[in-house]
C-alpha cells in the first residue's frame, strides 16, 4: 500500500472559494488514491460544497476554521490574532505533522508570513523563496523567487540556486540542471549591485551547475533550468509571462475566427494548437511551493480555479516522496559545517 500524503488546503481562500476549492480537492483525491486532504473552513459551508460531489469519503476531511484572513489586512497581525481562520488552522496542522504540505489561493502576505512564523524555516535556510515552474520552448523552468523576498541578499540568491537545483533534479527530473542568474546582460561585468555580489558566489558555488547570466528574452526559450532572482524582478516576470501568453491566446482565437475561411482552418489544426497552446497554461503546473521550510507550503494564484487547486495538491506528493526538504536540509547544513 502507498504512503498517504496529507495536504491541508485553505477552502476559504482565492477568488473563487470555496466551489472550485472544494471541486479541486475531489479531484485531487479521485485522480490520486495516495492523497489525504483536510479542507478547512466554515465546516457547514465547505460540507455543503462537498455534498455535490461524488468522493472517497474517508480521504476528505473538514476541519473547522471560523475566520478568514482577507487581501487587505495586514499579514502578521492577522496571523498573531486570527487563530482561528482557515489559513492558521490549515498550517498548524503541518506544523504538528498531521499534514504533510498545504496549499492555500488566499492572501499571498498571510501565506508567506504563516509559513514562516508556524511551518519554520529549515535551520541554516535564510529566506524561503517562492519558486513557480514556468513553461519554455524545451519544457519547463524555475523561477525562483516570485514574491517572497523584495529586498534579497547575494547570500540568499546563492542558497536559492541551491534549493532551486535539488528541486528540478528531483521532482522534474533535470540532471545538473542549468543555473542562470537573471541581467540585463550576458556578460560578467553588467548588471546592478545585487548581481555583480551574487555572480562570483554563484561561479564559485561548487554544488550547482551556474551558467552565467541571463536576459529575459531567453527565459521562454529555454537557456536555463533554474532562473535566479529577487522578488521583485521574479514577480515582473512571471506576471509578464502571464499576461503575456493570455493575451496571444486570445489574439489567435480572434484571428482564426475572423473570417470563414480561417475558421475552417482552424477546425482543421484545432487538435495540435489546442496542445500547444496548453503547454503555456500555467495553472497545470499547479502553485508556487515556498522552498526552505519545515514542511510545504503551495500558494495558488488567487484567481485559481479547480484545475490548479488539483495539481497544487497533487504536486505535494513528490515533494514528499522525494524528501525535498530533507535533501534541502543536508544541503545547508553541509555548507554551515564549512
Not at 73 to 94: G, T, W
Not at 250 to 258: A, P, V, Y
Request: hydrophobic share 45%; net charge neutral.
Amino acid at each position: 500500500m502507498q504512503e498517504r500524503v496529507k495536504v491541508a488546503v485553505d477552502a476559504m481562500g482565492g477568488d473563487n472559494s470555496p466551489g472550485e476549492i472544494v471541486r479541486g480537492a475531489v479531484e485531487a483525491v479521485t485522480e490520486r488514491e495516495e492523497l489525504v486532504v483536510f479542507l478547512t473552513g466554515a465546516k457547514e459551508v465547505i460540507e455543503t460544497e462537498l455534498s455535490h460531489h461524488t468522493f472517497p469519503k474517508d480521504r476528505i476531511h473538514v476541519v473547522d476554521a471560523r475566520e478568514i484572513i482577507t487581501n487587505d489586512e495586514a499579514p502578521v497581525l492577522a496571523i498573531r490574532r486570527k487563530k482561528d481562520s482557515s489559513i492558521v488552522v490549515a498550517m498548524n496542522l503541518v506544523k504538528k505533522g498531521e499534514a504533510d504540505a498545504f496549499v492555500s489561493a488566499g492572501s499571498t502576505g498571510a501565506v508567506l508570513v504563516g509559513a514562516q512564523l508556524l511551518v519554520g524555516r529549515i535551520k541554516g535556510v535564510e529566506r524561503p523563496p517562492l519558486a513557480p515552474l514556468i513553461p519554455t520552448m524545451d519544457g519547463i523552468a524555475l523561477l525562483i523567487d516570485c514574491g517572497a523576498n523584495v529586498d534579497a541578499r547575494s547570500s540568499h540568491l546563492v542558497q536559492f540556486a541551491k534549493m532551486g537545483s535539488i528541486y528540478m533534479e528531483n521532482i522534474v527530473g533535470i540532471k545538473n540542471p542549468r543555473v542562470a542568474i537573471v541581467n540585463i546582460g550576458v556578460e560578467e561585468e553588467k548588471g546592478n549591485m545585487l548581481v555583480k555580489e551574487t555572480f562570483p558566489l554563484l561561479k564559485n558555488c561548487n554544488e550547482i551547475n551556474f551558467i552565467g547570466s541571463i536576459e529575459a528574452r531567453e527565459i521562454p526559450n529555454g537557456a536555463a533550468d533554474v532562473i535566479v532572482t529577487e522578488a521583485f524582478v521574479g514577480n515582473v516576470i512571471l506576471k509578464l509571462y502571464e499576461g503575456l501568453a493570455a493575451s496571444l491566446m486570445k489574439k489567435i482565437k480572434q484571428g482564426m475566427t475572423s473570417t470563414p475561411l480561417s475558421t475552417l482552418g482552424a477546425a482543421l489544426v484545432k487538435p495540435q494548437l489546442k496542445k500547444t497552446l496548453k503547454a503555456f497554461d500555467l495553472s497545470q503546473y499547479g502553485g508556487a511551493p515556498m522552498l526552505g521550510l519545515n514542511g510545504l507550503v503551495v500558494k495558488s494564484h488567487g484567481s485559481s480555479k479547480s484545475n490548479e487547486i488539483k495539481n497544487s495538491i497533487i504536486q505535494c506528493i513528490a515533494f514528499k516522496e522525494q524528501r525535498i526538504s530533507e535533501k534541502i536540509a543536508a544541503n545547508i547544513a553541509i555548507q554551515e559545517s564549512i
